[in-house]
T-cell receptor
Framework: DTGVSQDPRHKITKRGQNVTFRCDPI?????LYWYRQTLGQGPEFLTY????????KSRLLSDRFSAERPKGSFSTLEIQRTEQGDSAMYLC????????????FGPGTRLTVL | LAKTTQPISMDSYEGQEVNITCSHN???????ITWYQQFPSQGPRFIIQ???TKVTNEVASLFIPADRKSSTLSLPRVSLSDTAVYYC??????????????FGAGTRLAVHP
């Protein structure tokens, strides 16, 4: 078990470009979460998957954001027409459906929009 | 809004025991208490979780009084590498729903030589 992995670790893009991030959860974890973290703040919830089903999206997730989890394994988060305000750390977490739903986080993808 | 309140920052010295207290006056019956540690440019790392009384693992201890309105994370004999932000969260897991973590600002612990 190698933990949650995310790719890429860093992404620099120009405003208006599209970017896609990937998250590979801990194997057999059926729950997957995306969070966003800006400097000096705690992570903020973006969206949640139970297997392949996306069950909740935060209001923070504008129409330019889309997330998928085909086949209930890895997940992708795409941001279209990036804006400077999208610059942040994007974190993925996974958990095993259980009483406490303990989430384990990946290392994050740092996005910088120029 | 985060359901917890914790000090914004704390300072300590190597070898000392550090206790970080978190208030969660409105904790619900189903809520567990979870602590995460986060280093700069890394994802939060799970430290410890508990429901009541005391929980201990190889990294820390978690003390929870009977009324569960607060909890204390205890880090024994800290080292410089324990300098990080520590988050206290309460979450509803027993209801069977997923756990949308709501982070506050956390406690910035600085360990000095």
């Amino acid at each position: 078990d190698t933990g949650v992995s995310q790719d890429p670790r860093h992404k620099i893009t120009k405003r208006g470009q599209n970017v896609t991030f990937r998250c590979d959860p801990i194997s057999e974890h059926n729950r997957l979460y995306w969070y966003r973290q800006t400097l000096g703040q705690g992570p903020e919830f973006l969206t949640y998957f139970q297997n392949e089903a996306q069950l909740e999206k935060s209001r923070l997730l504008s129409d330019r954001f889309s997330a998928e989890r085909p086949k209930g394994s890895f997940s992708t988060l795409e941001i279209q027409r990036t804006e400077q305000g999208d610059s942040a750390m994007y974190l993925c977490a996974s958990s095993l459906n259980g009483v406490t739903d303990t989430q384990y986080f990946g290392p994050g993808t740092r996005l910088t929009v120029l | 809004l985060a359901k917890t309140t914790q000090p914004i920052s704390m300072d300590s010295y190597e070898g000392q025991e550090v206790n970080i207290t978190c208030s969660h006056n409105n904790i619900a019956t189903n809520d567990y208490i979870t602590w995460y540690q986060q280093f700069p440019s890394q994802g939060p790392r799970f430290i410890i979780q508990g429901y009541k009384t005391k929980v201990t693992n190889e990294v820390a201890s978690l003390f929870i009084p009977a009324d569960r309105k607060s909890s204390t994370l205890s880090l024994p004999r800290v080292s410089l590498s324990d300098t990080a932000v520590y988050y206290c969260l309460v979450g509803d897991g027993v209801s069977g729903g997923y756990n949308k973590l709501i982070f506050g600002a956390g406690t910035r612990l600085a360990v000095h030589p």
